[in-house]
């Protein structure tokens, strides 16, 4: 059975990481749209720095919970089959034991050189623009997607889910496009379509079949 997961912030929740549009959330008192973005970053990349630099601190303590346990067990049994394609720049899905995994937003552990595209790796703070290892320039930024960037993988995903018999979309508000709208693709391409959320989204009315609850518990209940 092939089958393609899409993972948002609410996977994440139970191992203590904030999501972005929850009341206690990690933009609360700021529209995402204004501060995830490259002028943001254009305008104080410092603040901007700093930001992500303590986020790479926090996911560093934190472990992944028995939602990311149940797709590493999934890919063990789905091989190839499976993909799991998150939003989350953390890397819980890894730490689980998950291989097949394209984080289309990037990822809090590489930079990007904004000068010659090159990747590396960021293990610590990165506010004091250590140099790019590939050319030498100071304009490491943060390996991740703002609004009007272009999402990693989309060639991929949009494969991905032409081929899959089911979409099961974990902990996502649907707020956010392209993303948003792989339950479209994926129906339209005849497959099942699930969610797992803890709460309504603001997609669940389409799709097939939807599960509400904690993702600790209806993932793995789902997975079985
Ligand atoms: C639980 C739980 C528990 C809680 N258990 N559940 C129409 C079409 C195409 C594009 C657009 C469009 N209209 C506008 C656009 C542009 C824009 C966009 O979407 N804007 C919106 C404001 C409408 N999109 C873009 O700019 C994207 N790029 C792009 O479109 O390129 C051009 C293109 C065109 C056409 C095709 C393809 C491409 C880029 C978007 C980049 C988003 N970046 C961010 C920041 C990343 C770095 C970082 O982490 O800081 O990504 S914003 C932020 O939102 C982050 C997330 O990945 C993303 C989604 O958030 P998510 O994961 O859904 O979290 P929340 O907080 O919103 O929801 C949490 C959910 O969990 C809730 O549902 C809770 O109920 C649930 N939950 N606890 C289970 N315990």
Redesign the pocket.
Known sequence: MRVVVL?????S??SGVP????AD???EGHR??DV?TPEAFRRAPDTVQRF?DA?RRAVALVAPNP?HAALARLERELGDELLVVT???DALHESAGSTRVLH???E?GTALCSSCGARSPAEGDLIGRPPCPACGDRMLR?D????????YG?DRIDAALAACEVFVA????????????FVSTAKARGARTVE??????EITGLFDEVRQ????T?VPAWCA
């Open positions: 993972t948002g912030a609410g996977i929740a139970e999501t972005f549009r929850d959330g990690l933009w995402v749209e995830a992500y986020r939602a939003q989350n720049i289309m937003h990037g809090l943060p991740v997607v703002w609004f009007g960037e272009m999402p989309l974990i902990g996502t508000s649907g707020a956010v496009y392209p993303a948003a709208g797992l959320n803890l709460a309504p989204s609850g904690p993702a600790s209806v």
